[in-house]
């Protein structure tokens, strides 16, 4: 069976930092770019960052500075470090095979940023 | 940013009744290998976000054929041909030529 796993998300007071993490069976990550898109609850969905197979990085302006994004090809798994999170970061947070037209999308992990 | 801009917001559809949804850009999506990376996905109730169009008009392989995607440059279209009810929910359309990726803002699809 295909599964695309997140975990790591949670409470976590403003200011915080958390690390999300997400993890593959039963497809491969290791030849493909892999993306982070968010929803905010009640919201549409909002692309936050994305990796390419040779590991170049970008990010959505929201976080530039704040998250950071890498991957473990051994490990076939991708990580999203998010530091100095604020109210408007509360959302499920999707773990996306691709960054072109992405085709796996894991269940997603909910963080909520709260005093 | 490259805006996309999808309307309507709202689609009420009688069942076994075409639909359709457009997304227009604020930039070409034409990339420089000369594909068009404009991905719609269907957000079921309660569910992830799952692609059912890729690079315009290729449809994944658990989309039926009822559904088509097609358009050029800035103006795209997604076609419902009769309207099941396993079609409810949120359609988005994102574009994955241009750095920041970006979606366009969702459209309701519920049966009257």
């Known amino acids: 069976e295909v599964q695309v796993l997140e975990s790591g998300g949670g409470l976590v007071q403003p200011g915080g930092s958390l690390r999300l993490s997400c993890a593959a069976s039963?497809?491969?990550?290791?030849?493909?770019?892999l993306s982070w898109v968010r929803q905010a609850p009640g919201k549409g969905l909002e692309w936050v960052s994305a990796?390419?197979?040779?590991?170049?990085?970008y990010y959505a302006d929201s976080v530039k500075g704040r998250f950071t994004i890498s991957r473990d090809k051994f490990k076939n798994t991708l990580y999203l470090q998010m530091n100095s999170l604020r109210a408007e970061d509360t959302a499920i947070y999707y773990c996306v095979r691709g960054i072109s037209g992405p085709d796996y999308w894991g269940q997603g992990t909910l963080v909520t940023v709260s005093s | 940013d490259v805006v996309m801009t999808q309307s309507p917001l709202s689609l009420p559809v009688t069942l076994g009744q075409p639909a359709s949804i457009s997304c227009k850009c604020s930039q070409s999506l034409v990339y420089s290998d000369g594909n068009t990376y404009l991905t719609w996905f269907l957000q079921r109730p309660g569910q992830s976000p799952r692609r059912l169009i890729y690079k315009v008009s290729n449809r994944d392989s658990w989309v039926p054929d009822r559904f088509s995607g097609s358009g050029s440059g800035t103006d795209f279209t997604l076609k419902i041909s009769r309207v099941e009810a396993e079609d409810v929910g949120v359609y988005y359309c994102m574009q994955g030529t241009h750095w920041p990726r970006t979606f366009g803002q969702g459209t309701k699809v519920e049966i009257k």
């Open positions: 990796i390419t197979v040779g590991g170049n990085s």
């Open positions: 039963g497809l491969t990550f290791s030849n493909y770019g």
